[in-house]
């Protein structure tokens, strides 16, 4: 823990620490360079809570009033409310009966036409996970991550946003910041462009984030081989149906 402490007297990253940005500090800026470079994205955005973080990629989106969003009927309630933030109408499609997750064979029943759609993945509890060898958090235009005290990678409660794209990085930090547009090392003016909420993160909470996260991988191995030991032997007990995993996909369960 330390040793993350002192990470701010050999930070080589990519942006120079504001010390002029009330609430943008250098555990902060640590763990989104650590965060993005673990999952593979470009950018990473850390938030107060993972509901924050998934509030954050619908704003970016521009979703607006009537927007219809499609989500998963089987999920927290925050997969619709961070629409309903919006005016927007979440449309529920149901879920897949082996997976648990959003059956693609329904979705295209809620879509009238073909359109060029945005793709939001909710990993909020899916740190690690791959779908056929790509980390999630990396195959849709954004994703949102959770750090509450029951997740796999855990600080308390924070979130973390994700993306490649720079335009949607940027509306999101707006939303992160009361709707003013922050830059490192410049100071803050106070002026919103756009609708926001306070959704910055703890300077603590970032640096137990950052411990956490060097022993993920350690963690998710351990508990994959649990619960691959638990499915195995509940399955050979009639009536009793494990977790299916599909072959394509690596969860952390």
């Known amino acids: 823990m330390l040793d993350v ?19 943008i500090g250098p555990q902060m800026i640590a763990l989104q360079d650590e965060w993005a470079k673990y999952v593979g994205t470009k950018h990473c955005l850390v938030t107060n809570s993972g509901t924050a973080a998934l509030h954050m990629t619908v704003a970016a989106t521009g979703v607006g009033p009537g927007d219809e969003v499609i989500t998963s009927a089987f999920t927290f309630l925050a997969s619709a409310s961070c629409v309903l933030h919006h005016n927007g109408i979440p449309v529920f499609v149901d879920i897949d009966s082996r997976t648990f997750t959003m059956d693609p064979k329904k979705i295209e029943e ?48 924070a979130g973390l946003f994700n993306t490649d794209r720079d335009d949607y990085r940027d509306l999101a930090a707006r939303v992160r910041m009361f709707g003013e547009d922050v830059k490192p090392g410049e100071s803050r003016k106070y002026d919103a462009t756009v609708m926001g909420w306070q959704y910055r993160p703890h300077e603590l909470t970032c640096a137990l984030a950052r411990s956490q996260l060097r022993r993920l991988d350690e963690r998710n191995s351990l508990r994959t081989k649990n619960c691959e030991y638990l499915s195995e032997n509940l399955s050979k007990i009639d009536g009793v149906q494990p977790p299916f995993v599909p072959p394509y996909a690596q969860p952390v369960y």
Do not use: W
């Open 5 to 23: 402490l002192n990470y701010a007297q050999n930070y080589a990253g990519p942006e120079p620490y504001p010390s002029t940005i009330a609430g």
């Open 110 to 157: 809620k879509i009238a036409k073909k359109h060029n759609l945005a793709v939001i993945e909710d990993a909020c509890q899916a740190h690690g996970a791959k779908y056929k060898g790509r980390k999630v958090g990396t195959l849709g235009d954004m994703a949102a991550f959770s750090l509450n005290s029951t997740k796999n990678l855990q600080a308390a409660d």
